[in-house]
């Protein structure tokens, strides 16, 4: 009996002994703030940026400027570059141009990306995915005004996690596709992911952009 206590005491007093095992937990990398894309903006650019100050921030070399467009002036950082950025205000006819109306990014090599990693790219089955698997509308490849804008992500999981994410849809290739289809899609100014006629056709995201409220 004494026996037994004492190996009980012993396994008990070893076991004390033993450093407690700890779960490791799993931190989400953080996405460096130089190529983030968020309700500030992308990257080092920011909504609230107005044009002197983004002179004043990336030099004026940086800064290309274009012909202004029917929604506004419009100007590009690091034109040419995966990390070029282009930059709409909203419509103000002189300088300096104060109020940013959105910011997109386009390069198919473009570092920038959501905390979530949401990135110009992805596969428009990937986006519908990562939506919880609710369809993205978005305008009609065909029309002639922002063709292929993401409209809406009818309340899925997109519309909680990045409520500031958005951009345009590319159309990369298709396969055969019978001609009365394809041509009742081409009437259709608003299109849904789950259109049968996606399953025939390739389409990524082309350009991401955030938008002031």
Known sequence: ???TFLFIFLVSFFACQQPSKKKKVVEKPQVDAKILVSCEGIGDVKLTDTYPELKKKFGRDAITEHENNVEGKFLSLWEGKPKQVNIIFQHEK???FKRIKYIETGASDSPYMTSDSLRVGLSLKDLVRRNG????????FYGEVESGLIISFNNGDLSRTNSCFGGKLEWVSQENIYKDVYDAFKKRKVVESSDDIFNRMEVMLGSIRVTAK
Do not use: E, G, I, V
């Open 1 to 3: 009996m004494r026996k």
């Open 94 to 96: 002189d300088a300096p």
């Open 133 to 140: 698997f609710m369809p993205l509308t978005f305008n009609n």
